[in-house]
């Protein structure tokens, strides 16, 4: 993207600015799409999509799924290494207080409302997301915990 409003570079970061800046356009890392009456929406960042078995999926739909469950106070969806799909869609959620859910309950509860190829294939409920100072669950640090020592970010 470009426009008057657009940041020129990152502060004091001459690598990430290169990295992602070319002939002054912004490579946000937002996907979206232009609908025929030319607005535009925002998907997901790319690198929060999961590549499972050729599909494209974005967590941030599963996530707005699994939090309308009346259980879930707040969702992490994220790819986790599958050997023959390449990542396989993992959610770790935290439950209202008072609240109990059984994992295949949630799964199912995704596929009726996705369908099957955008519904966890695991599901861990944790007591606690990391999150931002501003309350945001940070996704990649979930991510990367299944990740740790693999060489390649993708199976």
Same mark, same amino acid.
């Given at each position: +993207?470009?426009? #008057?409003? %657009?940041?020129?570079?990152? =502060?004091?970061? $001459?690598?990430? %600015?290169?990295?992602?800046?070319?002939?002054?356009?912004?490579?946000?890392?937002? +996907?979206? =799409?232009?609908?025929?009456?030319?607005?535009?929406?925002?998907?997901?960042?790319?690198?929060?999509?999961?590549?499972?078995?050729?599909? /494209?999926?974005?967590?941030?739909?599963?996530? @707005? *799924?699994? /939090?309308?469950?009346?259980?879930?106070?707040?969702? @992490?969806?994220?790819?986790?290494?599958?050997?023959?799909?390449? !990542?396989?869609?993992? @959610? !770790?959620? +935290?439950?209202? !207080?008072?609240? &109990?859910?059984?994992?295949?309950? &949630?799964?199912?509860?995704?596929? /009726?409302? &996705?369908? #099957?190829?955008?519904?966890?294939?695991?599901?861990?409920?944790? @007591?606690?997301? $990391? %999150?931002?100072?501003?309350?945001? *669950?940070? #996704?990649?640090?979930? #991510?990367?915990?299944?990740?740790?020592?693999?060489?390649?970010?993708?199976?």
């Amino acid at each position: +993207m470009r426009s #008057r409003s %657009t940041i020129k570079g990152y =502060y004091k970061n $001459p690598e990430k %600015t290169a990295e992602e800046f070319v002939d002054d356009y912004w490579k946000s890392g937002d +996907m979206g =799409y232009m609908d025929p009456q030319g607005f535009i929406y925002i998907v997901d960042r790319k690198k929060d999509m999961i590549i499972s078995g050729g599909f /494209n999926i974005y967590a941030t739909e599963v996530e @707005a *799924v699994i /939090n309308g469950h009346d259980a879930i106070l707040m969702s @992490a969806v994220v790819g986790i290494p599958h050997e023959e799909w390449g !990542e396989a869609v993992h @959610a !770790e959620v +935290m439950l209202r !207080e008072g609240m &109990l859910l059984e994992e295949q309950e &949630l799964i199912d509860f995704v596929k /009726n409302k &996705l369908g #099957r190829y955008k519904a966890p294939k695991s599901v861990s409920i944790v @007591a606690q997301l $990391p %999150t931002s100072a501003v309350g945001k *669950v940070l #996704r990649r640090s979930v #991510r990367d915990k299944y990740w740790k020592g693999s060489a390649r970010q993708i199976s």
